[in-house]
């Protein structure tokens, strides 16, 4: 059974870098068949894909446009994990954060959410 | 990449049928059979109800149904129950190994 259990600070203040990390139990980050994604939701926004990590024989990431100048999805093997980095954040990206895995697939997992916060 | 449109509320009474609707273009929804929807119940995290367009994960209620005419994906709710009461959002692969979800829809049970 995967588990995808989410950790990281609920406030970061503007201009600083919102950073989060998703650890993954039941299934391997560097699985040759699964992709590792970042999604947010705000009210205003609604759900919005941030992007991925891959491992197919070499790593890869892919990045939703609105975000792709600041983003960076990391893979860590080492604990089984993936993380989050998003950059100069304003007001605008306060929204609940969330990692799953193969979200187009049939047996796509979530991780519980987080609510992150930009303020002063 | 811009969201895909979906009405923002739909209700219906308990035993009939509803239909949500997720517009996109030709370039995500029209161009794949890669149309997920997921149900979010507040404070939860999304659950997949359909993938593929028209696939049923196992668990899920047969009450659910999808289906896809050109580049409109719809989600169809039948014997509509109180526990249907719920925000529905559609997710597409857009290309470019890019993802986008809709607007979402709130369901409603009158």
């Known amino acids: 059974q995967v588990q995808l259990q989410q950790s990281g600070p609920g406030l970061v203040k503007p201009s600083q870098t919102l950073s989060l990390t998703c650890a993954i139990s039941?299934?391997?980050?560097?699985?040759?068949?699964?992709?590792w994604n970042w999604i947010r939701q705000s009210p205003s926004r609604g759900l919005e894909w941030l992007g991925r990590t891959y491992y197919r024989s070499e790593w890869g990431n892919d990045y939703a446009a609105s975000v792709k100048s600041r983003i960076i999805i990391n893979p860590d093997t080492s604990k089984n994990q993936f993380s989050l980095q998003l950059d100069s954040v304003t007001p605008e990206d306060t929204a609940v954060y969330y990692c799953?895995?193969?979200?187009?697939?049939?047996?796509?997992?979530w991780g519980q959410g987080t609510l992150v916060t930009v303020s002063s | 990449q811009s969201a895909l449109t979906q009405p923002a509320s739909v209700s219906g009474s308990p035993g009939q049928s509803i239909t949500i609707s997720c517009t996109g273009t030709s370039s995500d929804v029209g161009s794949y059979n890669l149309v997920s929807w997921y149900q979010q119940h507040p404070g939860k995290a999304p659950k997949l109800l359909i993938f593929e367009g028209t696939k049923r994960p196992s668990g899920v209620s047969n009450r659910f149904s999808g289906s896809k005419s050109g580049n409109t994906a719809s989600l169809t709710i039948s014997g509509l129950q109180a526990e249907d009461e719920a925000d529905y959002y559609c997710?597409?692969?857009?290309?470019?190994?890019?993802?986008?979800f809709g607007t979402g829809t709130k369901v409603t049970v009158l």
């Open positions: 997710c597409s692969y857009a290309g470019s190994r890019i993802y986008v």
């Open positions: 799953a895995r193969d979200i187009l697939s049939g047996t796509p997992e």
């Open positions: 039941g299934d391997s980050v560097s699985s040759n068949s699964a992709a």
